[in-house]
Structures are given as C-alpha cells and as structure tokens.
C-alpha cells in the first residue's frame, strides 16, 4: 500500500505543478525551468539585485582593453558588442541543458565565447580557463641573416709596373720606364700629383717610392684616411707630422706599415699621439723628433726608453726602442738627470743630441753626458745645449771629453761667459774651434 500511495502521488504532483512541458512548433518539445522568485522587499526600500559573477569578469575585461590602449576606436566598439551578444548568449545558455542550444543543436563557432577579430586579436570567454586576452606586442623581428663560414682573404699579388707607355694609335712609347722615372725625379711633389692624372701608366709608375724620399704634411688640422693611405702606398724614408692633429690610432697604423721609415718628425704634437711609438716596430729608424711636446715626463720617456714588455723568456739582451736612433730632439721637454741616465743606457748611439730649452739641464747633467762610463761620450758629434740657464763656466772644461765633438751650441745660456767660450774655442778638444757667433762653437770635419 505504501508503495503504491507513493507512486501515485509521484505520478499525480506533476499535474498539479502545471504543466511542464510546452508544445514548440515543429514537434519539438522544450524544458523550462522554474524561474527564481524576485526577493520580497523589505522594509528599508527594495532590493538592489547583485550583479551576476559573469558580469563582474565582463566590467574587468572592459577595463583591461581601456588600459591597454592598443586597440582602435572601431575595434573596440566592435569588441564590446561582440563582448555584450556574448554574455546574453552566455547567460541564455547557462538556463539551458548543458551542450544543447534552444533547437537542441550544438552552439556554432560563431556563437561561442571565443571570437576573433579581424586585427588577429583573440578575445577568450571568460571563465574559459584560457588567457583573457593575448596581443602582439609589437612588429616581428626580422628574421636573421644566415651565416657564412669565415675564411681569410688575402688581396691578390700587385701586377709588374709596366716598361713601356702604351700610345692611342697602339705603338709603345720609344722611351722606356727608367728614362721616364729619371724625368719625373726633377718634379716636385705638385707637379707629380698633376703627372698621374695623365694617364693610367704614369699615375703607377708616379707612386714610385724612389720620387717620394720624404713627404711632409706638417701644420693641417686633420689627417684623412685618403692621405694616410696614400703616404703608405709612397713608402717614404722621411715623414714629418709636426704641429699636426694626428692621432693615437692613426699614427699607429702608419708606423705598422712604414718599415723603411728612417726620419719622423713629430714635434708639437700631444704625448697621448707621440705614445703610439711604444708599441710599432722601427727598425729602420735614425731621427727623431720629439721638441716641444706638452707633458712629458720621466715616466712617459721611460716607456719610450725602454725595451718592449712581451720579450721572449730567458732572453738576456734587452733592446731599447731607440738602439739604433742616430739622432735624437728633444728640445723643451721637462728632463731630468733620471732620463738622461736611461737615455745614455738604451740609445748608446746618439750622435746628434738636442736638450735645448730643457729648464732641468744643468751642469750635473753635462757631467752625466761626458762621464768616462758614458757611451756617448766617444760618439757625440753635435750637441746643443741653447736656452740652459743652469749652465755655468765650470762645465766648460768637461766639453773636452768628447774627442769627435764639432759642433757645441750654447746661446742664450745665462749663467755662461763669453770669455769662457772663447778660452774653450781656442783649447777645444783635439783642435780649435771657430765662433762664427756668440756661444756657438764649431769645428770643420
């Protein structure tokens, strides 16, 4: 009995909850549910329905697309229609059965949450589980070239100078290159210059590094790399770069590739350019010019003086730069008695030495020069000692140490006599000397 009053009064509650089922057209049935009570009232005023969780993801989403600011005006407001469809259709859905749309069929794709725009921007549903929104974050980088394998490349051999000149009506020239490079040696440099915009065969044969004995670019602001280059196609024996902006870097790489050089003139130049000689190989070198260049002191000549750090090991001779130097110039430069001594141990060549206007040259410095274990003291030839207000007559006698000494300048010296210079012309070491001005001695070879 039980059992059967339950089953009926199962079977009779539907028909009293109304019917649940609602003919559609087309003879397809749809399921509703109840639909949630309002909520009553209360006394203070009516009630403020709560936004629905779905909404609040939506206002959020709202907000990250204002922030971001990336996105056209026409973008957006499309975006957000697309945003609002969605989420009654979201909101249609969710009273529905789970997988089934109002016809019973899936949701197409255009109807989802997920939609693309036409920018290639992907809006995600929220709640997907998906990232809310992925933006490209700005232009592609260009893809990377590809790589090629390293190899050395070597320019290739200098084809032979040509003998002969070649003429337009196709004969040769009768006179050969030699007679045509004897011609170009009594040119000037200008002259040379015009001589090689002639022709193709007499601008090579114009580079002949024989018609190039010396080159000076003295006094210009500025060396540029056509210059350069064009000294080291020249090859000359003797360059002067003095009271020029040469640099560190550039002088460098003139000395790597003018092993022949043998005079430089640097003076008036910045010792930061002059440091370039401690690192380039000069082994042709004879002259060199370092007057009158600002802040060098005994610190900076040492690392002139003294031989290159990467020796090899176990190597007992030590080499100075400067072994070979033949004549050396350093007027006006602050020395001191300490360089004098490394000058003596590392150029024991010097035949010509410069110390005019040197403020620290005195009469202890003029004992340094002509001391018995002095090397310069049987190879000095000329000496110049001009504007050494340290100087006084007890140095004089010291001058005739030096048996091969032919020429002794000492004008303006202050402290030093005329009587003293002419006792010392007259004596002189092994032969008088002559005065053809005051304080300056000279002897004929």
């Known amino acids: 009995m039980r059992r059967s009053l339950t089953a009926g009064s199962a079977l009779d509650a539907p028909r009293k909850a109304g019917p649940a089922r609602i003919q559609v057209k087309g003879g397809r049935e749809r399921h509703l549910k109840k639909k949630p009570k309002p909520p009553l009232a209360s006394a203070e005023g009516p009630a403020v329905p709560s936004p629905s969780p779905q909404r609040e993801k939506l206002e959020r989403f709202k907000r990250m697309c204002q922030l971001l600011e990336r996105v056209p005006d026409t973008s ?13 259709g979201t909101s249609l859905s969710e009273d529905e059965a789970p997988g ?4 019973g069929r899936r949701p197409a794709r255009g109807s989802s949450g997920e939609k693309e725009n036409r920018g290639g921007r992907r809006a ?14 700005g232009p592609a980088p260009p893809p990377r070239p590809p790589q090629l394998e390293r190899h050395v490349v070597r320019p290739p051999p200098r084809s032979p100078e040509p003998d002969t ?61 056509p210059m350069l280059s064009g000294v080291v ?52 070198l004879r002259l060199l010019d370092l007057r009158w260049i600002e802040d060098v002191k005994d610190s900076q000549l040492r690392e002139l003086l003294l031989p290159p750090p990467d020796t090899k090991p176990g190597q007992t001779e030590s080499r100075g730069r400067l072994q070979g130097v033949a004549e050396l110039r350093l007027a006006g430069l602050e020395l001191t008695d300490a ?6 141990r590392h150029a024991p060549q010097l035949s010509a030495l410069d110390l005019s206007h040197c403020a620290h040259v005195g009469d202890p410095s003029v004992h340094l020069l002509t001391a018995p274990t002095s090397p310069l003291r049987e190879t000095l030839v000329h000496l110049n000692l001009a504007g050494c207000h340290r100087l006084t007559d007890h140095c004089l006698p010291l001058f005739r140490r030096c048996p091969r000494l032919r020429r002794l300048d000492l004008r303006s010296c202050r402290q030093l006599s005329p009587e003293a210079c002419a006792r010392l012309a007259a004596a002189g070491p092994p032969g008088p000397f002559r005065c053809p001005e005051e304080k300056l001695l000279l002897k004929d070879s």
């Open 233 to 284: 196609r020249r090859q000359p024996r003797a360059l002067d770069l003095s009271w020029t902006g040469v640099s560190k870097k550039q002088l460098m790489w003139l000395l790597n590739r003018l092993q022949g050089l043998q005079e430089l003139v640097l003076s008036g130049c910045s010792w930061l350019s002059v440091s370039a000689l401690g690192s380039a190989p000069l082994p042709a």
């Open 76 to 88: 957006s407001s499309s975006s957000d229609s697309d945003s609002d469809s969605d989420s009654s």
């Open 339 to 344: 360089s004098l001594r490394l000058l003596l």
């Open 165 to 225: 000149l070649p003429l337009a009506a196709g004969s040769d020239h009768p006179l050969p290159r030699a007679a045509w490079l004897r011609v170009f040696q009594h040119l000037g440099p200008r002259e040379l210059c015009v001589c090689m915009r002639v022709c193709r065969t007499w601008s090579r044969w114009c580079y002949d590094k024989r018609l190039w004995p010396r080159m000076d670019l003295s006094r210009r602001k500025s060396l540029t790399p």
């Open 100 to 103: 089934e749309a109002r016809n």
């Open 124 to 137: 995600v549903r929220p709640g997907s589980g998906g990232p809310l929104l992925s933006w490209p974050l």
